[in-house]
């Protein structure tokens, strides 16, 4: 029988399952970045970025993440930059960069792949033309409808999967940042731009159109905010997500009515520091996910990376995950793409790449016996906290504990008492994550009461 005031340990049951979490999976001591993120499937994400010396890389993994593979297609001339990227499957990937023409003139260019990323293919740009263009992203409905976006309002359209292109016009310029189409009629373009001085968001707008580009409106324009990404549910239900300014964390703008109004949700506070929110995206009706970042309050040039999740359609923004790794200069995410609920990949600064997933993800039976993982750990609540008794504590170096939501809640890097004191965990389900010295990891679910 169950006493009040204890809490018990039960057996890992399917609920487990249904639950993922975000976690980084590389990044090195570097000023480069990953610009773009893919989810072509649960198994295979792939991320674009700049490396030194080098230019314009691929990452990629093909097993969920546990291992990436560096690609290295152009020299510095072809792709000395790289912006956005979009795949129609897993092997049809269209990707906009910056060459270089003559050793000299910074250029715009369009790639495609027909294999997953492996090799690249110019179909676009690269010649005197397109001296100082620059396309802040690429979008393709399918193998065929595709668009391009960038700086000044530029916004061309391909029907032919990219051997041809038309260039729109739009009703204000701006510096164009995401694209998001329903359809081949409908879509939308947000942009805008960043006062440095004072740290505020400028020339914000949302551009729309319902007849494939032919003409585009502006629902919003001259707005005191940067928008970085958009995502519509249907014809009516959509968001963007951006950056007020330095001093408010990121920002959201919500339409029920296909973008005719607009309604201004702030993203939820955080004691680390101030943010922005670069990539959104949602899944189904119900869920959507945000990405973003930003400096650390006290401290100059350390940065924190933040995840944000919904379940109920964008009414209520949870913190799902705050990333501080690569103490003190930090990490963060500028784009993130999601495979359904439970998979998704992102790309950031200092080339971080990360990965959500199941929480049981990587843990084996055989593994777990293996390194001798003891599975009668006993935890109970003293008078102000909870205490997780561990045997052989010293052959973990790691543990983590997350809530029903696949949130972190208490982490401790190294174990050097028989106990681990937990926080006042309010009641709910918990699950613990204890990392082995030998490899692998254990996680049990316990239920606070």
């Excluded at 905010?225 to 920002?251: E, M």
């Excluded at 973003?292 to 100059?300: A, E, F």
């Excluded at 997350?402 to 809640?409: A, H, S, W």
Aim: hydrophobic share 40%; net charge negative; aromatic share 14%.
């Amino acid at each position: 029988m169950m006493k009040a005031g204890f809490v018990f340990f039960v057996l890992l049951s399917n609920l487990l399952f249904s639950l993922s979490m975000w976690e980084t999976r590389h990044y090195e001591m570097s000023d480069n970045g990953f610009l773009d993120a893919v989810a072509t499937d649960s198994m295979v994400g792939i991320l674009c970025g700049v490396r030194d010396q080098v230019g314009g890389i691929i990452y990629k993994t093909t097993d969920g993440g546990t291992t990436w593979q560096e690609i290295q297609p152009w020299t510095i001339n072809q792709c000395m930059f790289v912006f956005g990227m979009d795949f129609v499957d897993n092997n049809i990937g269209y990707l906009s960069a910056m060459g270089i023409i003559a050793n000299l003139f910074p250029a715009a260019v369009l790639y495609k792949t027909t294999n997953g990323g492996s090799s690249w293919t110019n179909i676009y740009g690269l010649t005197f033309e397109f001296i100082g263009k620059m396309w802040d992203d690429v979008f393709f409905l399918d193998a065929n409808n595709g668009w391009i976006a960038g700086a000044n309002s530029d916004i061309r359209k391909t029907t032919n999967g990219g051997t041809n292109w038309t260039t729109q016009s739009a009703p204000v310029s701006s510096s164009l940042k995401s694209i998001y189409f329903l359809n081949a009629n409908e879509g939308w373009i947000v942009g805008g731009d960043f006062d440095t001085l004072t740290g505020q968001g400028t020339n914000g707008v949302i551009l729309h159109t319902t007849n494939g580009g032919t003409n585009w409106t502006a629902q919003m324009s001259n707005a005191q905010y940067q928008f970085y990404g958009v995502h519509f549910i249907d014809n009516l239900r959509g968001w963007v997500c951006g950056l007020k300014d330095t001093a408010s964390p990121g920002v959201f703008l919500r339409t029920t009515d296909g973008g005719a109004n607009w309604s201004v949700i702030m993203a939820p506070s955080v004691s680390i520091g101030k943010y922005g929110l670069y990539a959104i995206e949602f899944v189904d009706q119900n869920n959507g996910f945000a990405a973003g970042g930003g400096n650390r309050q006290g401290y100059q040039g350390s940065h924190f990376g933040i995840f944000l999740k919904t379940s109920n359609g964008g009414n209520d923004w949870l913190v799902d995950t705050i990333i501080f790794e690569n103490s003190p200069w930090g990490l963060s995410p500028l784009s993130m793409d999601m495979f359904n609920t439970r998979w998704g990949y992102a790309g950031g600064t200092r080339l971080s790449a990360f990965r959500y997933s199941p929480l049981n993800v990587g843990i084996e039976e055989d593994d777990i016996s293996k390194n001798g993982f003891n599975k009668n750990q006993t935890i109970f609540r003293g008078k102000d906290n909870l205490r997780l008794i561990i045997e052989d504590f010293e052959d973990y170096h790691r543990a983590i504990v997350y809530d029903i939501l696949g949130r972190k809640v208490f982490e401790k890097q190294s174990l050097n008492t028989t106990f681990l004191q937990l926080p006042a965990l309010i009641k709910g389900v918990y699950f613990l994550k204890l990392y082995h010295k030998k490899g692998g990891f254990l996680i049990r679910k316990f239920i606070v009461i």
